[in-house]
């Protein structure tokens, strides 16, 4: 198996014998990684590792996270690897890059619940909203109830608007409401920020969003 000479992986780790699911989890984190940084890779493969080959991968994910690749970051949460948490932290401490804090921060909420991932998200959104977009907006949804649906619709007002921000959240509450992805200019989206900011407080409104935020998790969750 040809490996990237970038990484840190023990020779005899890439002479193997592997089964073909650890193959395919270190050709794709290690070798050829287009699909698990472009988010096309399907990663309920994982599933099917033995808990000796679940454990050598993250072995392999811990002696990368030096390297600060966001796949890297987020193969911890993938592999469900709490023993990496104080890593992590650490590394959280040591950056000062906003996004890969984000990264990071995000990686620790999906393993333990840690708020220090509502700490950057609400850093973000005060500070630097430009951030929130494209993963990291999509990762507001992971907060996995109505957090998830007041703070987009906080983002419809950001202080330091982004434009593109915007458009990107007020798709993403239409998605959420009407259950696709609708791809129109921003003024033919069926619903527009007035209509959030107005039913924000509607029990009926926030138990919609909420159950479409819920169920949006948990099809990525399962690789839909």
Not at 48 to 75: C, F, S, W, Y
Not at 206 to 218: G, H, Q, Y
Request: with cysteine; proline share 4%.
């Amino acid at each position: 198996m040809r490996l990237s000479d970038s990484y840190d992986i023990p020779e005899e780790v890439v002479q193997g014998p592997h089964s073909p699911v650890f193959e395919k989890f270190l050709r794709n984190w290690f070798g050829d990684t287009y699909a698990i940084t472009h988010g096309e890779l399907d990663l309920t493969f994982l599933k099917d590792l033995t808990p000796e080959e679940r454990e050598l991968a993250r072995e392999m994910i811990r002696r990368n996270l030096k390297l600060k690749q966001t796949h890297v970051i987020q193969g911890v949460s993938a592999l469900h690897d709490v023993a990496a948490a104080p890593i992590l932290r650490r590394m959280l401490d040591d950056e000062s890059d906003e996004s890969r804090r984000l990264t990071i921060a995000s990686t620790l909420w999906k393993l333990n619940g840690d708020p220090v991932f509502i700490e950057c998200l609400n850093h973000a959104k005060v500070s630097h909203c430009n951030l929130l977009d494209g993963a990291h907006l999509l990762q507001v949804l992971w907060l996995g109830d109505e957090r998830a649906i007041d703070f987009l619709i906080d983002l419809l007002d950001c202080k330091n608007k982004d434009w593109f921000v915007q458009y990107q959240t007020l798709g993403v509450l239409n998605r959420l409401e009407f259950g696709r992805q609708i791809a129109v200019p921003a003024r033919e989206m069926p619903r527009q920020p007035d209509d959030y900011r107005k039913r924000r407080h509607d029990p009926a409104f926030r138990e919609l969003m909420t159950a479409a935020v819920r169920k949006w998790n948990s099809e990525m969750k399962n690789g839909r």
